[in-house]
């Protein structure tokens, strides 16, 4: 049958915005969540990650947010800069108790695009 | 220190034939996970080694195989290639494997079935 692509989800903004980059996790049983950035030909970069007994953690230029009520991830990026262009996922943990060897499931992704 | 290195970069097979790809994780790093990255289906987990043993298998056909060798380095498999089959397959290393945080990813290798 015909495949159908992911349409992702993008996010033009001015270098030295501030960008926020949202995902619904799936499983309310993660415990684990990272946010990964992927350049074009280049594998999955880590970039942040949280887990579910925390609701904010900050890193250099970026904040990520959780949200588990609702399911939701943020990942904020200040003054975001040409570098950061990029494809932006979420991935959670699946299997809480340290289990999961390995596997993660990821969003779909965001891909971010910042103009100079 | 050295990265995940992933080789062969690029692969263009025919159907039906097979294809190994290799891994070199992070030097001291035992747990090697890979995954499968498609336009369609985004990155999907195919499975995990750790010590030789596979710990972990995502939702793969049995035509999706691989190994881990003593030294960590791990191959992957895929036998009977459908067109279906072209993606970018990233492995990621990481020290223990136990919790999925510290997975470092290579830049993948990107196969084509024609």
């Known amino acids: 049958g015909e495949s159908v692509g992911l349409h992702l989800p993008t996010l033009s903004v001015q270098e030295g915005d501030n960008s926020i980059i949202n995902c619904a996790y799936s499983?309310?049983?993660?415990?684990?969540f990272i946010w990964y950035k992927q350049e074009s030909g280049k594998g999955p970069q880590f970039i942040i990650d949280i887990r579910s007994n925390m609701d904010k953690r900050q890193g250099q230029r970026v904040t990520v947010l959780l949200n588990k009520t609702v399911k939701h991830l943020s990942l904020q990026i200040a003054a975001t800069q040409p570098g950061d262009s990029a494809v932006y996922f979420c991935?959670?943990?699946?299997?809480?108790?340290?289990?999961?060897?390995?596997?993660?499931?990821f969003g779909q992704g965001t891909i971010l695009t910042v103009h100079p | 220190k050295a990265g995940v290195t992933q080789t062969p970069r690029y692969l263009i097979k025919t159907r039906g034939q097979q294809v190994t790809l290799s891994c070199s994780p992070i030097s001291g790093h035992r747990s090697v996970s890979w995954y499968q990255q498609t336009p369609g289906q985004g990155l999907q987990f195919l499975f995990e080694y750790f010590s030789e043993t596979q710990r972990n298998k995502g939702n793969f056909p049995g035509r999706f195989s691989g190994r881990q060798f003593s030294n960590s380095r791990s191959e992957m498999n895929v036998s009977t290639l459908e067109l279906g089959d072209s993606a970018l397959y990233l492995c990621a290393s990481s020290l223990l494997g136990q919790e999925t945080y510290g997975y470092t990813f290579g830049s993948g290798t990107r196969l084509t079935v024609v």
């Open positions: 991935a959670e943990d699946p299997n809480a108790g340290g289990t999961s060897y390995g596997k993660l499931t």
């Open positions: 499983n309310s049983a993660s415990d684990y």
